[in-house]
């Protein structure tokens, strides 16, 4: 029987290496403290993006939410454009193509927040 007890299921979470984009920089999963008898119905990525580079272009059935932490770039979603900066936030509906170039000097950092699906 797994514990209910919200010291064992809250607190701070540690990001693993998911996977690097094609140019951009590395992609780290955050892993969630919650029981699997009741996880949460997101999960948290953290990645960045090399200056002149790009973040692959991503589409998905999940919804997604990105929040800038540091950086400046341009966002491609569907087929419209826009500057982020730090402290921005950017939601991107199912199956809506997105991603972003580091038009800075310095990588661009994000957390990402996005639904699960069912039998994801």
């Known amino acids: 029987m797994q514990s209910t007890n919200p ?12 996977y690097d984009f094609t140019e951009g920089g590395p992609v780290y999963r955050a892993l969630l403290p ?5 996880p ?4 948290v990525a953290r990645w960045s993006v090399a200056p002149n580079t790009s973040n692959d272009l991503d589409v998905h059935r999940s919804r997604e939410v990105w929040i800038i ?8 979603f569907a087929d419209q454009t826009g500057v982020l900066r730090a402290g921005d936030v950017a939601a991107f509906d199912s ?16 957390i990402s927040v996005y ?3 069912a039998g994801d």
């Open 7 to 18: 010291a064992i299921t809250s607190g701070v979470v540690t990001f693993d290496h998911w």
């Open 34 to 38: 919650f029981p699997s008898a009741a």
């Open 40 to 43: 949460a119905p997101f999960e």
């Open 69 to 76: 932490v540091s950086g400046t770039g341009t966002l491609t």
């Open 95 to 110: 199956r809506v193509p997105h991603q972003i170039r580091n038009d800075g000097p310095d990588p661009l950092v994000a």
């Open 115 to 117: 639904w699960l699906q």
